[in-house]
T-cell receptor
Framework: QKEVEQDPGPLSVPEGAIVSLNCTYS??????FMWYRQYSRKGPELLMY????GNKEDGRFTAQVDKSSKYISLFIRDSQPSDSATYLC???????????FGKGTMLLVSP | ETGVTQSPTHLIKTRGQQVTLRCSSQ?????VSWYQQALGQGPQFIFQ???????GRGNFPPRFSGLQFPNYSSELNVNALELDDSALYLC????????????????FGPGTRLTVL
């Protein structure tokens, strides 16, 4: 079992839909959770950064962490074609700086 | 504030050759991490440098080596290239304080796409 599991997709939705992206993990030491967006042939761009359990909202994006279930989510409201990209979850343990990534989910938002 | 930059953008090498990739960290950051991202995969951690010292290494063979310079820029060197080394190589910078084990978000550069023929 990989430390971080993420469905690679692709996930296709119409413009304006609510998108739900998810990751599960096995390492209970992970305490910091991140979502990165990566456009084709570009480097990952940090979208959301969350510590421990709970919710965090930033504009159209909401990140949720459920440490008891080892499950994290990213919700995108009112999705736009410009949101079409690969979304990577990443996590790290307290006191460590190295990141463990999921495989990424490819999202396609059609006009 | 200047972001993370990497050079070159693209590189084509043949099996057995050696390659050096370069990274300039974001202003104010003292830590550089290198990742390998194969097609369709998430980034895999190679190693990290904090204040010119290696500060952790992933599951990569010794032919992957690195350096960090006093200005916190960094190099990744790969010897004896193999076909499986073809990937996007990402550099990420962050700031940290090892004494209190405090680390902050990593910001990625655009990557160097290496093709090994």
């Amino acid at each position: 079992q990989k430390e971080v599991e993420q469905d690679p997709g692709p996930l296709s939705v119409p413009e304006g839909a609510i998108v739900s992206l998810n990751c599960t993990y096995s390492n209970s030491a992970f305490q910091y959770f991140m979502w990165y967006r990566q456009y084709s042939r570009k480097g990952p761009e940090l979208l959301m950064y969350t510590y421990s359990s709970g919710n965090k909202e930033d504009g159209r994006f909401t990140a949720q962490v459920d440490k008891s279930s080892k499950y994290i989510s990213l919700f995108i409201r009112d999705s736009q074609p410009s949101d079409s990209a690969t979304y990577l979850c990443a996590m790290r343990a307290r006191g460590y700086s190295t990141l463990t990534f999921g495989k990424g989910t490819m999202l396609l938002v059609s006009p | 504030e200047t972001g993370v930059t990497q050079s070159p953008t693209h590189l084509i090498k043949t099996r057995g050759q050696q390659v050096t990739l370069r990274c300039s960290s974001q202003s104010g950051h003292n830590t550089v991490s290198w990742y390998q991202q194969a097609l369709g995969q998430g980034p895999q951690f190679i190693f990290q440098y904090y204040r010119e010292e290696e500060n952790g290494r992933g599951n990569f063979p010794p032919r992957f080596s690195g350096l960090q310079f006093p200005n916190y820029s960094s190099e990744l060197n790969v010897n004896a290239l193999e076909l499986d080394d073809s990937a996007l190589y990402l550099c990420a910078s962050s700031s940290g304080t090892s004494g209190r084990a405090t680390w902050y978000e990593q910001f990625f550069g655009p990557g160097t796409r290496l093709t090994v023929l």
